[in-house]
């Protein structure tokens, strides 16, 4: 079966989360959904988990990136969106989150919405979205920033009519992480 669904991760140095959030996502998809996780460079162990989780699932997909200062979150997250092999991409599932079991019925919302509306535009829920890859790649990319790159991106979408924003029941938590003193 053809992936049809991926789901963009990034990664730097998240190793006491990254396998728990990894595990809440592989185990509720299919062969119709892949993970990207694009490594930024981590010196952590983060990369030897996935490795290790590769091996199980064949559906996750490393890219490995050297560390480059310059590159922010956005531009990391741009690497995902071009590696996805996907026709739709789902953002914003970070390394220390918990995604709940509603993942399948977010994508199944999306393309009622898509099938209502026959134009393509970018879905925003509690944590997660989801749009065509080739809207994403057209109409991005993200900026090259860390925090905000998102925002960012949602009001480019507003500006041109395609973005929406649906009130769900929150189904991905935080992992609480240590705090380096």
């Keep these: 079966m053809r992936v049809k669904y991926s789901i963009c991760m990034c990664n730097y140095n998240m190793q006491d989360t990254i396998e728990k959030a990894l595990l809440s996502i592989l185990e509720q998809i299919d062969s119709e959904f892949e993970v990207v996780l694009v490594d930024d460079g981590s010196t952590d162990e983060s990369v030897s988990i996935v490795k290790k989780l590769q091996h199980k699932y064949q559906n996750l997909h490393l890219v490995q990136l050297e560390r480059e200062q310059s590159r922010k979150l956005g531009f990391t997250r741009n ?66 920033i860390y925090r905000g790159e998102d925002r960012e991106f949602w009001k480019r979408m507003k500006l041109i009519n395609a973005h929406i924003e649906i009130n769900h029941k929150r189904f991905i938590q935080e992992i609480p992480r240590k705090k380096n003193i």
């Design 79 to 144: 690497i995902g969106i071009k590696n996805a092999k996907g026709k739709y991409v789902i953002l914003h599932l970070d390394c220390d989150d918990i995604c709940g079991p509603y993942l399948k019925d977010f994508v199944k919302v999306f393309i009622r919405i898509e099938d209502c509306l026959k134009r393509e535009f970018l879905l925003s829920g509690n944590h997660i979205h989801i749009a065509p890859r080739d809207f994403l790649i057209e109409h991005g990319p993200f900026v090259n």
